[in-house]
């Protein structure tokens, strides 16, 4: 920043000289006007980016936008009161293939036990012959396939419209070149991640290097940080321009917000730290007198602020357990960021002789930061929220249902929820602190808009963490939000999931064909719930410019709590599928879990989805492998007492292969579309209208090395397959 440089030994301390004639090469008369055109130069290649999503960005405006939360339009609502029946054939269009009265098949208490023993005792010396049903799937057939004479009618009813596909440029090359650009550096960064970051920090170090030493120039280096400022907030907004203009979520661009905040610190503790360190060093020394002007000081308070936020963003201290350590990083950054722009602007522009050229630095940040808050609270609702216990998924889960929010959101899109109290019990001022003061957790929407409600999935951490304490209070825990929240049936009364299931959740109460109905899944097929109010904001991220109904195969891999995402994915493929708005023909889930027990709890909410529901366009193949890694237990049960898994769904006792089931995938695409045609060569002169392969895409929810297992399997695609199938999209959350 400019300011007083350091005076010479003959002169009195208020005396000044030139630091400039410590250069050895002429400096640039005007940094200012320089550094403006290296930010210009910054923002032409995202400029670029933004260019090269455009084909893709008009594909997706064609689909339903997502930007307020809302209750879903009545016509497409279901009523939690009307039987199953009613509600399938509102949301389906068909009738249900079982009775209402049919008989429920209740799953044994030691089903996860029979799960394990069924899913890993065979010998048959395959890789397959450790698949519980392993060659079973669930075949959702195309609409008048049959002799029904209703289908044939439901079928001229429902126009095909698919989306268009329009391919991402990985897709169009080979796929050692797309695994190359997804192969992971750091578990965190990718090469091309790697890349756009050295593409930046390039062009950073032009601007603070080209003539100028910023050793004895520090001056070129707080232009520098000045220039970075508003980029350095702006990727740190949830609602930020680049994010809305390139389809890419906030989240994917936070590693860039980290990469340029460290690089706005170097540049202030460059500048800072060059001024302080030659006063020091001036005979006789003037650090105590330059110090005391006072727009010196202010500079200081700037750097102070900087490097607090610096230090408090590392993740040895954000991402340590516990709630008070992320309280330090947020309010250090809240704190901080007032301190730093305050004190800039009072080091700035006082001194400058042109206070037009830094004062826009410093408005056009705050003014971000205003607007992103201003649609944050735009975006925020204020709903009642049912927390139902499952001890037995993830290790503890809480599902949180929301019905009254029923549409604003796309499939795979995450919102970020608060818990503000009570069901009748909060105040306005709980609200608005809750709002200001509360920490706003991001979770995966598991449901598809349009259905009953949202639905979201939250994974306890245990003890001492916010989840955990989410999970205390589902359980009836007292001393939660406001006596725990109203519990939503009386004390000691057992409700139909309890008698059902027995302990711990661990016994699923199953009809043929369906579990239960429409409001046994609300309220009594879950365990008894607490009724609190929410605040619930977003919608944010999820795949954005990829639409998965375009493409010919999706394979959607989840690992623990990331099958959230794969559920609501698969609600609304399958919904999209029935409404003939839906290429695929194949859809491959993986989820990988450490017991059993994982999916028996799941099966209440996988079960609905799996419903029959024709489609007029064509067959829909499906299968859901549940993989474990943990063996159950206890094995004393019977092998009389092994569940029936609905049909699609299947366990085994083993870590996937990844690659395998992407090559199997892409097969079955291929079956699919030749199976229609007997030779892909007669496409052209058959005239039947049948679709080209139009991709396969792979979605992606896990920790970082699932991300990498991905990339790795999809390097893994021979090029004739990849080039068949119209290539493989990889899109990770």
């Known amino acids: 920043m400019p300011s007083p440089p350091p005076p010479s030994a003959a002169a009195t301390p208020e005396a000044t000289f030139n630091p400039t004639s ?114 079973a799937q669930l075949v959702l057939p195309r609409a008048g396939s049959g002799s029904s004479r209703r289908a044939g009618r439901d079928r001229g009813k429902v126009k095909y419209s698919p989306p268009t596909r329009v391919p991402h440029w990985a897709t169009l090359v080979h796929p050692l070149l797309a695994a190359l650009l997804a192969w992971r550096v750091t578990p965190r960064l990718s090469v091309a991640q790697v890349g756009v970051l050295g593409a ?169 930061y205003a607007l992103d808050h201003g649609l944050r609270l735009a975006r925020t609702r204020l709903a009642r929220a049912r927390l139902h216990a499952l001890p037995a998924l993830n290790g503890g889960t809480t599902r949180v249902a929301v019905p009254a929010l029923g549409a604003g959101w796309r499939a795979g899109q995450h919102v970020r929820l608060r818990v503000v109290g009570a069901g009748s019990g909060s105040s306005v001022w709980a609200v608005l602190g809750a709002w200001a003061m509360g920490r706003a957790r991001p979770f995966t929407v598991a449901s598809a808009p349009g259905g009953g409600g949202m639905e979201l999935l939250v994974k306890s951490g245990g003890r001492g963490l916010w989840t955990g304490w989410v999970f205390d209070v589902a359980r009836g825990d007292d001393g939660g939000v406001g006596g725990g929240g109203e519990k939503e049936k009386g004390e000691g009364e057992v409700s139909n999931w309890e008698r059902a299931v027995g302990e711990k959740g661990r016994v699923v109460g199953i009809s043929k064909g369906k579990v239960g109905t429409e409001s046994d899944l609300e309220s009594g097929g879950f365990p008894a719930s607490r009724k609190v109010r929410v605040l619930v904001e977003g919608p944010y991220g999820g795949p954005n410019h990829a639409l998965f109904a375009s493409y010919s195969g999706a394979l959607l891999v989840a690992g623990g709590s990331g099958i959230s995402y794969v559920l609501g994915i698969l609600d609304d493929l ?67 007492s092994t569940p029936k898994l609905p049909l699609g769904v299947h366990m085994r006792s083993a870590r996937p292969d990844l690659l395998m089931s992407l090559e199997g995938t892409v097969d079955a695409v291929l079956s699919a579309h030749t199976y229609t045609h007997a030779r892909r060569s007669s496409l052209s002169s058959t005239g039947a209208g049948e679709e080209w392969p139009s991709g396969v895409v792979v979605g992606v929810c896990g920790p970082a090395e699932m991300g990498a297992e991905v990339a790795q399997a999809v390097s893994g695609v021979g090029w004739g397959r990849w080039r068949d199938v119209g290539g493989v999209e990889v899109v990770e959350e």
């Open 22 to 135: 410590l250069t050895t090469t002429p400096p640039i008369q005007t940094p200012i006007t320089f550094l403006f055109h290296i930010t210009l130069v910054l923002l032409s290649l995202a400029a670029l980016y933004v260019l090269s999503t455009v084909p893709r960005a008009l594909a997706a405006l064609g689909q339903p936008q997502a930007v307020l939360l809302r209750a879903a339009p009545p016509a497409h609502r279901r009523a939690p009161s009307s039987s199953s029946s009613a509600s399938s054939r509102r949301r389906y269009g068909h009738a249900p293939t079982a009775s209402p009265s049919s008989p429920p098949t209740a799953y044994p208490r030691k089903a996860a036990e029979a799960l394990h023993r069924e899913a890993s005792g065979h010998s048959a010396g395959t890789d397959e012959s450790h698949t519980l049903h392993s060659h």
């Open 200 to 368: 930046y920090a390039g062009v950073w170090a032009y601007g603070g290097l080209y003539r100028s030493n910023p050793l004895s120039d520090p001056l070129r280096t707080g232009y520098l940080a000045l220039s970075q400022i508003p980029i350095v907030v702006a990727l740190a907004c949830k609602n930020n321009v680049l994010g809305v203009l390139a389809g890419v979520g906030y989240e994917k661009l936070n590693y860039i917000h980290r990469f340029t905040g460290r690089l706005l610190v170097i540049a202030v503790n460059v500048h800072g730290l060059g001024y302080l360190y030659s006063h020091a060093l001036a005979s006789p020394p003037t650090l105590t007198s330059f110090l005391r002007i006072p727009h010196i000081a202010w500079g200081l308070v700037s750097l102070v602020a900087v490097d607090a936020m610096a230090l408090t963003s590392l993740s040895a201290v954000r991402n340590r357990r516990g709630r008070l350590w992320y309280s330090l990083f947020l309010g250090t950054h809240v704190v901080g960021f007032a301190l730093f722009l305050g004190g800039l602007a009072l080091h700035t522009i006082p001194p400058t002789p042109h206070p037009s050229l830094i004062t826009p630095y410093i408005l056009t940040p705050l003014l971000l």
């Open 574 to 640: 399958l919904l999209r599928h029935a409404e003939g708005r839906s290429r695929l023909r194949v859809i491959e889930v993986i989820w990988v879990v450490r017991d059993a027990s994982s999916l028996t709890s799941l099966l209440p909410t996988l079960a609905p989805l799996l419903r029959p529901r024709p489609s007029p366009h064509a067959a829909l193949h499906l299968r859901f492998t549940a993989h474990y890694t943990r063996a159950a237990l206890s094995s004393s049960s019977s092998s009389s």
